[in-house]
């Protein structure tokens, strides 16, 4: 019988930790989140510093951890910011985006060699199904992020030229203040575009970079493709004969949509990190405000949106928890097919699993059984003696003491000490007992919780003991 409830245990226990990890992590204040890019990250690659300047700026900023599913619940247009996601996107997701930019909101999508692909591939899927009944000698087959290649620059960079320095931009919207003159990259990647061409018959796939006229951060002509990675990471690379360069790359794409939404692309994910958005010298937080401004002006809403769902949060990470089980809630209501079922699913496990535990005896207490001398505690205390469980029995005749005394003397709710102390400091006459009811409470604390062993004797004699106590603290 036990082996049948196994997995039904184990999803149990689970939802319990997702639960209260999360909450237990959040009162303690601990700081544990070190997650790329994430707006709760204080660290040198997190996003704390742009999330409480746009915070002072009056904007609404929040967070996505389930799915992006569950912008098609929100009801509400704004802004969404995709940073370095490392969990790929499904089809169901780009057409939630499709949707939440087809209502008049805007996005801005930062990666450069993690996942965000996977979403604008699905994107232009969908856009480019109408083309399939037309023939034609060229197929568009979308913008992307250039994932095989580290832009170098040896004419504008900071200590390596893997670290370019943008200062060319293309403001053709004029969305940039006077103020963005240099923004400091790291590693960065380009904006690419993908096309097909019918040639003999057979459509070839080209991957070119996005002319520098339609970007809005290009390079300089000194720069150049790196393929080799690790050369780029180790300082060692140099530009090859088969290496394109000599040319400005883009890293930045914008467009308006005729309903007041905006899409915008950036390669470089780190621009926007608290490393360097704080390094002297540099623009890239005025940066950041300047097309954030620009891309929340005509959506009618103040709220934006960072989708901290598809970030590589760690095990410890309290997010993770709250991230598994929001994507479950998500997944289960946003589908038609298990969504009508999930209450009774729920129900079920309920009614078949929970009496199943051991020693689990629901029950209602009537106010003359909140008393010591009645027959559901003497019954409870009673049966663990003859089981000789004399650690749940101490626990028994601990919490009806406190509990009573916090009733009668109408004392805050606290641990036994607090309580005890309280209660001295109300009632002088109890100064002279304060050792004798100390130590005896203590004994049962310790007992309670499993710090000293006793015997059947010993528990007689605090049992003994606790009449007396009782009659001290209530007469």
């Known amino acids: 019988m036990a082996k049948r409830y196994t997995i039904v245990k184990i999803m149990f226990y689970l939802v319990i930790i997702l639960t209260v990890y999360p909450v237990i992590a959040s009162a303690l204040g601990l700081t544990v989140n070190t997650t790329p890019f994430s707006i709760y990250n204080t660290g040198d690659n997190g996003l704390s510093i742009l999330a409480d300047r746009l915070r002072e700026k009056g904007y609404d900023v929040e967070v996505i951890l389930s799915s992006l599913k569950i912008l098609r619940s929100i009801n509400r247009t704004g802004l969404l910011v995709i940073m370095a996601p490392a969990i790929k996107y499904d089809m169901q997701e780009a057409i939630a985006l499709a949707d939440f930019v087809l209502k008049g909101g805007s996005v801005l999508i930062v990666d450069d060699f993690y996942a965000a692909n996977s979403l604008l591939s699905n994107i232009w899927l969908l856009l480019n199904l109408a083309s399939m009944l037309f023939k034609e000698d060229v197929i568009f087959e979308g913008i992307y992020f250039n994932t095989t290649a580290v832009l170098m620059d040896v004419g504008s960079y900071y200590k390596t030229p893997a670290n370019p320095v943008i200062v060319n931009f293309n403001d053709y919207y004029g969305m940039l203040s006077g ?212 650690k749940q029995a101490c626990s028994i005749l601990l919490d009806f003491l406190i509990y009573e005394i916090i009733r009668k003397y109408g004392l805050k709710e606290g641990d036994w000490q607090e309580v005890i102390r309280e209660l001295i400091n109300r009632r002088a006459d109890l100064i002279a007992y304060r050792d004798k009811i100390w130590n005896f409470i203590k004994q049962l604390h310790e007992v309670s919780i499993g710090k000293r062993k006793i015997r059947e004797r010993d528990f007689i004699n605090l049992v003994e003991e606790s009449k007396e106590v009782r009659r001290i603290l209530l007469g």
Do not use: C
């Open 179 to 390: 103020k963005v003159r240099k923004v400091v990259t790291s590693f960065p990647s380009i904006i690419s575009v993908k096309i097909k061409v019918e040639q003999s018959g057979l459509f070839n796939e080209i991957t070119t970079a996005l002319p520098p006229e339609a970007g809005i951060l290009l390079s300089t002509e000194n720069s150049w493709l790196e393929t080799d990675l690790r050369a780029a990471y180790e300082g060692d690379a140099k530009p090859d004969p088969w290496e394109w360069g000599g040319v400005a790359f883009s890293l930045g794409l914008a467009f308006e949509l005729p309903n007041g939404g905006k899409v915008m692309m950036i390669s470089d994910p780190d621009i926007f990190s608290n490393k360097l958005v704080s390094l002297d010298g540099f623009d890239n937080l005025e940066f950041a405000l300047s097309i954030i401004k620009w891309l929340m002006r005509d959506v009618g809403s103040k709220v934006i949106f960072f989708d901290e769902a598809h970030l590589p949060h760690a095990i410890y990470d309290p997010l993770l928890a709250l991230s598994i089980w929001f994507k479950a809630i998500t997944e289960v209501s946003s589908s038609w097919i298990i969504a009508p079922f999930a209450p009774f699913v729920s129900l079920l496990i309920l009614i078949g699993y929970i009496p199943q535990l051991k020693g689990f005896r629901p029950r209602l207490f009537s106010r003359v059984e909140r008393v010591l001398e009645n027959s559901w505690t003497r019954s409870r205390v009673r049966g663990y003696r003859q089981a000789r469980n004399y």
